[in-house]
């Protein structure tokens, strides 16, 4: 399982996007620093990170609008570090779009075509392909200002699909949207990038959008790549505190190392009474310091005590409810020197009054499998 650094592309082919030791300083800042990585053919790959973590800066680098100042970029296998952007043979949906507004949409969609000389006909062919592709036919002859926020964005999509690129570059390509038609969105572009084929690159600072279109999310952070891996095993096991925090929502334990042997490790954790004990297959030294990281739908809350008499249980009081419709989030105080701890619950049943309310006295218990030791 990989855990930092590249993880590796799917498939046999070679990598259609290899990135060695790249760097960009602005005067003494360095938005990027260092980057290695491997990018698979027909691929969907997500750069997720805060913002001014690099991730957008490392995208305009691949797409020619930013040069290098250390490293190499290597598209299908040629050196594009200095080459211009007009060459390469990628192509990017910014975040404002950038429809042209007096012209109608099948001229947008065409207008890189006519600016490399294709003929008419096959200009009118190649953009009508492309809006059938993003289900705008019948759109063509449309102003920009007759379409919706989700309708010119598919504009925007089909312009740059419709040169044909080897990559296609996204920058935060749904932000501008509402929820609802975001949510539509990310379905529609994952269904489109399967059936165009190519491979796909989106920069976002939205865990929830890397997470339910990406094949695999590279998380950055400061200018470097933080962890790189595929979805459900960035959730499940994070490399690090940084990590852990920015994928969902987490409850962070520092502690001390008691024992490690076995595949499991003991940990002594100032404020709560009972050791923490979780399965981990390192084994870190006695008493050094290691943090568990435990996702808030993993924690059980009952009114009575369960589970492991000697780990893995604190009591606690609720001091606040946060009711989400599908859940309930219950921040419970364990200790007066301990941030609350996040336990959420699903409302599985329709019920004027929760399970649990403001100063019930609580237990919350968990199994070694649900958490993860991270020793940075």
Not at 156 to 181: G, I
Not at 209 to 219: D, Q, T
Not at 252 to 269: F, K, P, Q, T
């Amino acid at each position: 399982m990989s855990t930092s650094g590249a993880a590796p592309i799917a498939g046999n082919d070679a990598p259609i996007i290899e990135i060695s030791g790249l760097c960009k300083r602005f005067g003494s800042f360095s938005a990027v620093e260092d980057v290695d990585l491997k990018i698979g053919r027909g691929e969907f790959f997500a750069l997720l990170g805060p913002s001014g973590c690099g991730k957008t800066t490392l995208l305009r680098m691949l797409a020619g609008l930013e040069l290098p100042s250390e490293g190499t970029i290597r598209i299908d296998g040629q050196d594009m570090s200095l080459v211009p952007a007009n060459k390469r043979p990628v192509n990017m949906v910014f975040q404002s779009y950038a429809v042209f507004p007096h012209m109608s949409v099948l001229d947008n969609v065409g207008y890189g075509l006519r600016i490399d000389g294709v003929p008419r006909d096959e200009i009118r062919r190649r953009a009508e392909e492309a809006l059938a592709l993003v289900k705008l036919d019948g759109f063509a002859a449309r102003r920009p200002d007759q379409l919706s926020g989700g309708q010119r964005q598919r504009v925007a999509l089909a312009r740059a699909l419709v040169k044909r690129p080897k990559v296609l570059l996204l920058d935060e390509p749904l932000s501008a949207l509402d929820a609802k038609l975001r949510e539509a969105m990310r379905l529609e572009l994952v269904n489109l990038q399967e059936t165009v084929g190519i491979t796909f690159v989106i920069v976002t600072h939205d865990q929830s959008e890397a997470l339910s279109m990406a094949g695999r999310i590279a998380v950055m952070n400061q200018g470097q790549v933080q962890q790189i891996a595929p979805p459900a095993e960035l959730y499940e096991f994070p490399s690090s505190r940084f990590v852990a925090d920015f994928i969902g929502s987490v409850n962070m334990i520092e502690g001390r190392i008691e024992s490690a042997s076995n595949g499991r490790v003991r940990l002594a954790c100032p404020g709560i009474a009972t050791p923490i004990e979780m399965e981990h297959e390192a084994a870190p030294p006695v008493g050094s310091t290691a943090w568990v990281a435990l996702r808030p739908e993993k924690i059980d809350i009952t009114k009575e005590p369960t589970g492991e008499a000697d780990a893995n249980t604190v009591s606690g009081m609720v001091e606040e409810v946060t009711y989400l419709g599908e859940t309930s989030v219950y921040h419970v105080r364990i200790s007066p020197d301990l941030p609350l701890m996040k336990v959420s619950s699903a409302n599985l049943d329709r019920v004027t009054r929760r399970a649990f309310t403001w100063e019930d006295p609580v237990y919350l218990s968990w199994t070694a499998t649900c958490g993860v030791v991270l020793e940075r």
